[in-house]
């Protein structure tokens, strides 16, 4: 994916080149070789047998291609990967490889590794999206821009604020996606059936010791058909992308010409029409986080396990699960890319504020009525008043000023000042400072 036609848009960033075939292919050697370390430590293996098995697991070693061409033999491809770490170990130790372990404890294990990986760079990403969301949020604090509800201008609020809610969506993927890699990730060490039989009694030791070797947890009991942390991987994936998928939503609307309150510094052109200036990076990022949904139903839907080993759920997982963390890359990747250089342009919003003369400013001109003439009366004269302005070439306040209630209890004056709409922000202001100071004081990574 990372070096294909595609790679470019939809394999962005670190996390592609931190999942390709050679990092599985080094996690599942760094299984076999903590493996025998483990073993030497606990007394059944000769060091210098496990240190000959140790040199052999470097990944530049052996063929991916060639590994998985054999893979169909055995249905998986840690079997011809021992096979050819076991050509490759001089003396003793050759007869001493993998000993103990399955073939799902060697896979499994290297997805445990190249996941810690891959989600720490992930996290940088969306560190790095919510920095910039928190950078737009402090310098348009107070910028009005109209707020929007099922696409329609709705009431004033400030650019702040809606950059803010993009940073606090950023901060709790990113925090989720670190409490996973801390949390959820563990060694897969159980043997044939999940008992650690081949090791007499001294599995449990042996368990520990790949532990320390990986700097990977050790679980209370091998989870071989229990998937929730594979589970748990795939939601914090799926919420990363959920996250960036609203915030690149809303830059492509607010990037239309009509709108045009935002663009992306190196916006994109196209084949056709020499004028376009589109928002690439937002528009990819939509396209790698919309791919998240099924990747991760799959994931979900391959929790149900048969007894100590899965007939095929277990083999479902491997593609997906490298397909999703790729699209979560590939999307935050590109979000931080949009937002670091995005530009805001502050008149075209104050503009747009002003485009449907003063109708956002309703609800505030029903809160003026309401202390004289009761909340539902007002409701029903201001609905009245924006449907008729909105059906005629008169302002908003024009017609509100025809009505003798309005002259009697507000005056024109008094229309005119609530027609502002800098002056119906409520709490936004100091809603982004919270958000902020949130933001400031988050876990560090």
């Known amino acids: 994916m990372s070096s294909g036609l595609f790679g470019g848009v939809l394999a962005r960033g670190q996390v592609a080149g931190a999942v390709d075939d050679h990092a599985f292919l080094q996690g599942m050697l760094d299984f076999e070789r903590a493996l025998a370390r483990a073993q030497a430590a606990a007394g059944l293996m000769e060091p210098r047998a496990a240190e000959a098995i140790a040199a052999a697991c470097r990944a530049e ?133 999940g008992n650690l039989a081949g090791l007499g009694d001294r599995g449990i030791e042996v368990l520990e010791g790949i532990a320390r070797e990986l700097d990977l947890p050790a679980p209370a009991i091998p989870w071989h058909t229990d998937r929730t942390r594979i589970a748990d991987i795939a939601g914090a994936l799926a919420l990363a992308c959920g996250a960036v998928a609203k915030v690149a939503r809303d830059v492509v609307l607010l990037s239309q ?39 991760a139903a799959t994931l979900l839907a391959s929790m149900e396990q048969e007894h100590e080993r899965a007939a095929g759920a277990w083999h479902a997982e491997w593609s997906p699960l490298r397909e999703l963390l790729v699209a979560a890359g590939s999307a935050a990747a590109w979000l931080r890319d949009c937002l670091e250089g995005l530009e805001v342009d502050p008149e075209r919003m104050r503009a747009n504020l002003d485009l449907t003369g003063g109708l956002l400013l309703a609800e505030r001109v029903t809160a003026a009525l309401t202390d004289a003439i009761g909340r539902g009366t007002a409701h029903e004269l201001v609905e009245r008043a924006a449907s008729e302005a909105g059906a005629s070439d008169r302002s908003f306040a024009e017609v509100l000023c025809d009505d003798p209630q309005v002259r009697d209890h507000l005056g024109a004056d008094a229309v005119g000042e609530l027609m502002d709409p800098t002056g119906y922000l409520g709490s936004a202001p100091g809603l982004v400072d919270r958000a902020l100071n949130a933001h400031d004081h988050r876990r560090p990574a």
């Open 61 to 193: 070693d052996y063929d991916p291609v060639a590994i998985g061409a054999q893979a169909p033999s055995i249905g998986n491809p840690a079997g011809p990967l021992v096979k050819a770490l076991t050509a490759r170990v001089e003396g003793p130790g050759r007869g001493q490889v993998h000993r103990g372990a399955t073939s799902q404890d060697v896979v499994d294990t290297a997805m445990m590794i190249v996941a810690r990986r891959a989600l720490t760079l992930l996290r940088q990403d969306l560190d790095g999206a919510a920095f910039a969301a928190a950078a737009l949020a402090r310098a348009h604090r107070a910028t009005p821009i109209a707020g929007r509800t099922l696409l329609q201008q709705a009431v004033p609020t400030t650019f702040g604020l809606k950059a803010a809610s993009w940073m606090t969506g950023l901060d709790a993927a990113a925090d989720r996606v670190l409490a996973v890699r801390c949390e959820r990730l563990a060694v897969q060490f159980g043997g044939a059936a």
């Open 257 to 295: 010409t009509e709108v045009g309150e935002v663009r992306e510094g190196t916006g994109g052109g196209s084949s056709a029409m020499p004028h376009k200036r589109n928002p690439v990076a937002a528009i990819s990022a939509l396209g790698a986080a919309r791919q998240a949904p099924g990747l």
